[in-house]
Nanobody, 117 residues
Framework: QVQLVESGGGLVQPGGSLTLSCSFS????????MGWYRQGPGNQRELLAT???????NYADSVKDRFTITRNNAQKTVTLQMSSVKSEDTAVYYC???????????WGRGTQVTVSA
């Protein structure tokens, strides 16, 4: 069974930076497509970025050039570096692990990010 635990959320000022981390417990980490999603108040959950075990990344237009996703297969962690944050980045951020070949998908419980002066 896979468990994901997010950390690093908090209050950040507009224009500032924040780094979120996701710790993966379980097997076959490198085979999972790892992703970060967010859900703001009254909004649907939004895909922000994904990263394959090979390191290949993909980003939503809303965060491209501001957010960076990375992973460490040895430590089984995924990070989301957020920069130039805006008030609309306020949301609960979720880590996701998706092994498409087996239809296994897991979610963390989320970490709150609030962008405010």
């Amino acid at each position: 069974q896979v468990q994901l635990v997010e950390s690093g959320g908090g209050l950040v000022q507009p224009g500032g930076s924040l780094t979120l981390s996701c710790s993966f417990s379980g097997d076959f980490f490198s085979l999972y497509l790892m992703g970060w999603y967010r859900q703001g108040p009254g909004n649907q959950r939004e895909l922000l970025a994904t990263i394959l075990g090979s390191g290949k990344t993909n980003y939503a237009d809303s965060v491209k050039d501001r957010f960076t996703i990375t992973r460490n297969n040895a430590q089984k962690t995924v990070t989301l570096q957020m920069s130039s944050v805006k008030s609309e980045d306020t949301a609960v951020y979720y880590c996701n692990a998706d092994w498409k070949a087996t239809s296994r998908q897991y979610w963390g419980r989320g970490t709150q990010v609030t962008v405010s002066a």
